[in-house]
């Protein structure tokens, strides 16, 4: 099969470049609004560029490296966790007096005079192609011992975005054309002083060592449950790993998960508490080739959540096949074509419904969430043989999921070559038969 040594090249974790959102990345764009008497006031938007790849609780944290003697004196919408050395400030205390500060974004509830727009979602941003409107987050900086001037001020170097772990890389910031602001009627608009932007790139290798998903397949043709592949995201020791292994917990003893779970109030860093498998991922989803109509067949998705630690808020599933072209229906999930090349529709992005199933919960009995999806047949290409119907590739997440090899998968009965078997002998034998009646006849 032609897709079997691309399939091999994208599930390398170490890819940086996502081929399904090539030009996906978050920015950072530093509006200045106004020059004060030592420095300047700007709004700071995060800008998620990424079509799937989201940022969920408990949110992110930016920081970067002031590169003169800047302070923070105020803020607005967002705050920074350590206040650092202001002893040097007699009368008015700054906010913020490191070198290197770390913002965070408020909570919802935040007394609305220390709001600004788009601010205070606990650093909780979607996706570009889930909400378009709640894909950046905002706030107002009020910065003091610095520039006053475009030609004065210096740029902050070193920018680093956690989201809530690693993963993204950010360059420097880079002076643009100065941002516009329409008016409400749009006859009028106004513009920042200066703008510069920062981009930061994601890379699933920096973001974890192993990956955090897999994938398993199974067909009504064959009995054949293709499984994970083993040790995807790691191996597990014993039944409560040794610090340094991949920590599981057998599923008999959900209790003293449920302990350890518990017991971690700082979630950011904390690394999964899974459900001992023989995969050891967080994450596993199940591919199902259900039915087969006349004109139409079915695919059943379940996604499997084995982290005793998360519940998966906003979650998306992407997925690549060629039949997605001719995906006519979808059940209890969303849906989205997504068209990373121009003329070949062959990915869709899936992610739950709120208030339904858009939270897929930690492992246990209600950890999982399923849909149905119904292809139309396109009669060039549709087939079941050699693995046709399965998956290119999965990701979960924004993450690409472990896929088992090509080789295993669910393969065709050899019916059909039995048939043809019985075809050739029964051809054979006819025509010795009238080879026979020929030859009687002429005697």
């Not at 809530?164 to 054309?177: E, H, L, M, R, S």
Request: glycine share 6%; hydrophobic share 35%.
């Amino acid at each position: 099969m032609v897709w079997v040594n691309f399939q091999e090249k994208v599930d390398r974790p170490n890819d940086a470049y996502d081929a399904l959102d090539p030009n996906g990345n978050l920015t950072i764009k530093w509006d200045v609004i106004s020059w004060n008497p030592d420095g300047y006031t700007a709004v700071v938007t995060i800008f998620n560029f990424q079509k799937y790849r989201h940022i969920e609780a408990p949110g992110w944290l930016l920081g970067w490296t002031w590169t003169k003697r800047e302070v923070i004196w105020s803020m607005t919408g967002a705050q920074a966790t350590d206040q650092g050395d202001c002893s040097t400030f007699k009368a008015n205390i700054p906010h913020c007096c490191k070198k290197t500060p770390t913002i965070v974004d408020l909570l919802p509830g935040t007394p609305y005079n220390q709001q600004v727009a788009n601010c205070c979602k606990g650093g909780v941003i979607s996706s570009m192609v889930q909400n378009p409107a709640t894909a950046l987050s905002s706030f107002q900086i009020n910065v003091g011992q610095s520039g006053t001037s475009n030609t004065t001020v210096r740029l902050p170097k070193n920018f680093t975005i956690a989201t809530p772990g690693p993963g993204y890389t950010c360059g420097p910031a880079k002076i643009v054309p100065p941002s516009k602001f329409p008016s409400p009627d749009k006859r009028r608009a106004t513009q920042a002083l200066m703008t510069w932007n920062v981009t930061c790139m994601y890379s699933q290798f920096l973001a974890q060592k192993t990956p955090t998903c897999c994938v398993s397949l199974s067909a009504f043709y064959n009995s054949t449950i293709v499984n994970c592949p083993t040790c995807s995201c790691g191996c597990k020791g014993s039944s409560i790993s040794q610090p340094g292994d991949s920590t599981c917990v057998d599923s008999e003893s959900r209790h003293l998960a449920s302990a350890l779970s518990n017991s971690d109030t700082n979630i950011r860093f904390t690394p999964p508490l899974v459900q001992c498998t023989h995969h050891m991922c967080p994450i596993r989803v199940h591919w199902h080739i259900k039915v087969n109509y006349k004109e139409y067949w079915r695919v059943k998705i379940t996604i499997t959540n084995f982290n005793y630690r998360m519940n998966y808020s906003q979650w998306n599933l992407v997925a690549q096949h060629p039949n997605f072209e001719n995906l006519t229906q979808v059940f209890s999930f969303n849906h989205e074509s997504l068209t990373p090349y121009p003329t070949i529709n062959d990915t869709g992005m899936f992610w739950g419904i709120k208030y339904y199933n858009d939270l897929l919960m930690q492992a246990g009995p209600s950890g999982n969430v399923q849909s149905e999806l119904i292809f139309k047949k396109d009669k060039s290409s549709f087939t079941f043989n050699q693995g046709w119907g399965f998956p290119r590739r999965i990701y979960f997440n924004g993450d690409h999921c472990v896929m088992p090899s090509p080789d295993l998968y669910p393969h065709l009965p050899n019916d059909a070559i039995r048939i043809t078997r019985f075809h050739h002998h029964l051809l054979k034998a006819v025509t010795m038969l009238l080879g026979l009646v020929i030859a009687f006849g002429s005697v």
